[in-house]
Nanobody, 127 residues
Framework: QARLVESGGGLVQTGDSLSLSCTAFVRPFNQYTLGWFRQAPGKEREFVAA????????YYSDSVKGRFTISRDNAKNAVYLQMNMLKPEDTARYYCAAKHYYIEVLETLSEYDYDYWGQGTHVTVSS
């Protein structure tokens, strides 16, 4: 049974950094593209970042580009989201998602393309 488990959320202040982790129990892990999405209260879920199966290709939303970094460790079945220079508008529940997809093109993927989702971890950025 595929399962994704996020961790690392919390309460921080504007300008702080926070790192999220997601362990993905999917096999084979190295054939999965992984993504991070977020949903703020009263808003629709939005794309944050994605990383290809090889780790060679990453893709970010404009709102986080230059501040967030996605990475993966295939030996640990893990994907990470390093978030720097956090802003109050980054407050949301962050979800990890996995798609069985080993092509290096990420821009065309939408949230509906992902096969598995975690339960999310909450991030609050105070002003």
């Amino acid at each position: 049974q595929a399962r994704l488990v996020e961790s690392g959320g919390g309460l921080v202040q504007t300008g702080d950094s926070l790192s999220l982790s997601c362990t993905a129990f999917v096999r084979p892990f190295n054939q999965y593209t992984l993504g991070w999405f977020r949903q703020a209260p009263g808003k629709e879920r939005e794309f944050v970042a994605a990383i290809s199966w090889s780790g060679k290709t990453t893709y970010y939303s404009d709102s986080v580009k230059g501040r967030f970094t996605i990475s993966r460790d295939n030996a640990k079945n893990a994907v990470y989201l390093q978030m720097n220079m956090l802003k109050p508008e980054d407050t949301a529940r962050y979800y990890c998602a996995a798609k069985h997809y080993y092509i290096e093109v990420l821009e065309t993927l939408s949230e509906y393309d992902y096969d598995y989702w975690g339960q999310g971890t909450h991030v609050t950025v105070s002003s």
